[in-house]
């Protein structure tokens, strides 16, 4: 299974961007899939995720209110919409997926799998 992301790009502060991640098969139907980022010289961390069975969404607290993560189930897709940029959202973000939903969602060691990244900066 592949997850290519796209849509990243330079947006300034107060800014909007949405990022996409394809998956190349429907493995996460019972499943989990989501975004991580990580800055410059910071670790990776959980930003948002979505479960395809119920839509059920998880926000980390530092962009709950901003971001909105969603999915279009018949194109094995997610989007994460980001509204209010801010400087320190500047990352690469990762789409991440697991077939089965983990209760530690917010943990990078419990998925499967790791889209390449795409770069989201934020200028000041």
């Known amino acids: 299974v592949q997850l290519q992301a796209s849509g990243g790009g330079l947006v300034q502060t107060g800014g909007s961007l949405r990022i996409s991640c394809v998956a190349s098969?429907?493995?996460?139907?019972?499943?989990?899939m989501g975004w991580f980022r990580q800055a410059p010289g910071k670790e990776r961390e959980f930003v948002a995720g979505?479960?395809?069975?119920?839509?059920?969404?998880r926000y980390s607290e530092s962009v709950k209110g901003r971001f909105t993560v969603s999915r279009e189930n018949a194109k094995n897709t997610i989007y994460l919409q980001m509204n209010s940029l801010k400087p320190e959202d500047t990352a690469v973000y990762y789409c991440v997926g697991r077939s089965i939903y983990h209760v530690l969602y917010h943990s990078a060691d419990v998925y499967d799998y790791w889209g390449q990244g795409t770069q989201v900066t934020v200028s000041s």
């Open positions: 979505i479960r395809w069975t119920n839509g059920a969404t």
């Open positions: 098969e429907r493995t996460f139907s019972s499943g989990f």
